[in-house]
T-cell receptor
Framework: SAVISQKPSRDICQRGTSLTIQCQVDSQVTMMFWYRQQPGQSLTLIAT?????????ESGFVIDKFPISRPNLTFSTLTVSNMSPEDSSIYLC???????????FGQGTRLTVV | AQSVAQPEDQVNVAEGNPLTVKCTYS??????LFWYVQYPNRGLQFLLK??????LVKGSYGFEAEFNKSQTSFHLKKPSALVSDSALYFCAVRTNQAGTALIFGKGTTLSVSS
């Protein structure tokens, strides 16, 4: 398995501001994934972050709104920019490891935009 | 494109009765299939996976799932439900290509009554 630490665990932010979420993994991983879980809904993939290259964004998500950094094989950040109340969600970091098919998840960041 | 369908928003069962949570999928090639559980205010916990081999896979907490290729289904089952099984259950799929993200179903809320 992989131990994933996400910070912050929750935050309440003013609209128009930005929040950076950190994801730290206890071992080196190739791929890291960021998901959004809107209230009462499923997980939607935002982007895939590969170390040393630009993140790959899913349809409906853009880099200007959700910039991602992946400086090394154990760390990534997701920034939610120019926030609006519609961005209120749980944001989850996830990784897969070469020796395991399943994905492992952080505890998530519960974001409320007011 | 990959997709997962969980046709039931909620499943209600009495404690001690068997439970089934349904999942069907669409993916090109051989699928990797997963079930995760999410308890309130907690992250996603991995329950079980199907990669290859025996169509009946066993997982954590007494859960099992049956892979049916002809029906493209991967239903979650448990012979005897517990009140503590009450949670939100997600079916997920990905291709067998390394480094691909999981695609999640919308989730099914399981409610077990005493």
């Amino acid at each position: 398995s992989a131990v994933i630490s996400q910070k912050p665990s929750r935050d309440i932010c003013q609209r128009g501001t930005s929040l950076t979420i950190q994801c730290q993994v206890d071992s080196q991983v190739t791929m890291m994934f960021w998901y959004r879980q809107q209230p009462g809904q499923s997980l939607t993939l935002i982007a895939t972050a590969n170390q040393g290259s630009e993140a790959t964004y899913e349809s409906g998500f853009v880099i200007d709104k959700f910039p991602i950094s992946r400086p090394n094989l154990t760390f990534s950040t997701l920034t939610v920019s120019n926030m609006s109340p519609e961005d209120s969600s749980i944001y989850l970091c996830s990784v897969t490891r070469g020796d395991s098919a399943e994905a492992f998840f952080g505890q998530g960041t519960r974001l409320t935009v007011v | 494109a990959q997709s997962v369908a969980q046709p039931e928003d909620q499943v209600n069962v009495a404690e001690g009765n068997p439970l089934t949570v349904k999942c069907t999928y669409s993916v090109s090639g051989n699928p990797y299939l997963f079930w995760y559980v999410q308890y309130p205010n907690r992250g996603l916990q991995f329950l079980l996976k199907y990669i290859t081999g025996d169509n009946l896979v066993k997982g954590s907490y007494g859960f099992e799932a049956e892979f049916n290729k002809s029906q493209t289904s991967f239903h979650l089952k448990k012979p005897s439900a517990l009140v503590s099984d009450s949670a939100l259950y997600f079916c997920a799929v990905r291709t067998n290509q390394a480094g691909t993200a999981l695609i999640f179903g919308k989730g099914t809320t399981l409610s077990v009554s005493s």
